[in-house]
């Protein structure tokens, strides 16, 4: 636990998502929705993702996709945050649904392009200052 608390993103992405610590947090108070796992490669813990299933909530965005991803400022550019993605994708199937959806926070140091890459499309949505993007299982490009 205390590592996952220690994991960082790069300076320059701090902005784009919440410490570890904070969703995990998050998770230990809405334990119904939240989905929080760590990602390890082997013995090393290299990210977290946390989906949220919430299926009655109002805004369609929050109901079933990601909540969280932080993959290790030194650890990115691996392939890990594209197996993150699967899992919670794999975890949408299990719950017997099709599509998930994301929110990310535009500009240059954002991960728009890695959402675009793994098959993501922008809704037209804006929430919070976010963009609203929808996945369907299959076209996942991962
Ligand atoms: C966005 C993030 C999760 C990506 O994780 P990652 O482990 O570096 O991504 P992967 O190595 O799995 O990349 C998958 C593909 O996306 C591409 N990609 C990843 N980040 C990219 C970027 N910023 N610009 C362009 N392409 C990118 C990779 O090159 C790779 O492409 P390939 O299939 O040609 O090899 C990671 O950079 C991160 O934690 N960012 C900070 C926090 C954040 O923004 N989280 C998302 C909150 S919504």
């Known amino acids: 636990m205390a590592a996952a608390c220690r994991l960082q993103v790069r300076p320059d992405q701090q902005d784009l998502v ?13 334990p119904e929705m939240a989905w929080p796992r760590l990602v ?3 013995d090393e813990l290299v990210g977290f993702v946390m989906g949220c299933f919430d ?11 990601f909540w969280r991803l932080n993959i290790a400022a030194d650890r990115q550019g691996r392939g890990y945050g594209r197996f993150a993605v699967a899992a919670v994708l794999a975890e949408v199937r299990r719950r017997g649904e099709s599509r998930a ?7 240059e140091h954002g991960p728009q392009e890695f959402y675009l890459k793994l098959g993501f499309r922008p809704t037209g949505e804006v929430l919070h200052g976010e963009i609203v993007a929808e996945i369907h299982l299959s076209e996942f490009q991962g």
Do not use: K, M, Q
């Not at 919440?18 to 809405?30: C, F, G, R, T």
């Not at 299926?55 to 996709?65: M, T, V």
């Not at 959806?101 to 500009?107: Q, R």
């Open 18 to 30: 919440a410490p570890v610590a904070w969703s995990l947090a998050e998770a230990y108070a809405n």
């Open 40 to 42: 390890f490669d082997g």
């Open 55 to 65: 299926p009655d909530n109002p805004i369609a965005a929050y109901r079933c996709g």
């Open 101 to 107: 959806t994301v929110t990310w926070v535009p500009g």
